[in-house]
């Protein structure tokens, strides 16, 4: 996982923050005006921060997905206006 998931982004937190683990807390996505996931899943991978993600989609929030799979997240009613960007496998390692 370390080389294809995480290693990407842990380079760019740590390149543009200083810091390559996580910089927000969970309660963080409650004040989101917009929520960008990036390669994860976070409904399947962890349901406790999926469950705050969709109430504050659900209060309006927009949500733009970097992935290459179409995660549940986009087909949620009340993400209609989501983005999907479907990287191609393989480019987030470079």
């Known amino acids: 996982c370390a080389r294809v998931c995480h290693s990407p982004t842990g380079?760019?937190?740590?390149?543009?923050?200083g810091?390559?683990?996580?910089?927000?807390d969970f309660d963080s996505v409650l004040k989101a005006d917009c929520i960008l996931v990036i390669g994860a899943n976070p409904t399947d991978a962890h349901p406790v921060f999926g469950s705050l993600l969709?109430?504050?989609?659900?209060?309006?929030?927009?949500?733009?997905?970097?992935?290459?799979?179409?995660?549940?997240?986009?087909?949620?009613?009340?993400?209609?206006?989501?983005?999907?960007?479907?990287i191609r496998p393989g480019t987030n390692v470079a």
């Open 11 to 17: 380079y760019g937190l740590k390149m543009t923050l």
């Open 19 to 24: 810091e390559s683990a996580g910089t927000q």
């Open 54 to 86: 969709r109430k504050r989609l659900r209060q309006g929030a927009r949500l733009i997905v970097a992935d290459p799979r179409h995660i549940d997240l986009l087909d949620s009613p009340h993400t209609g206006a989501a983005i999907h960007l479907p």
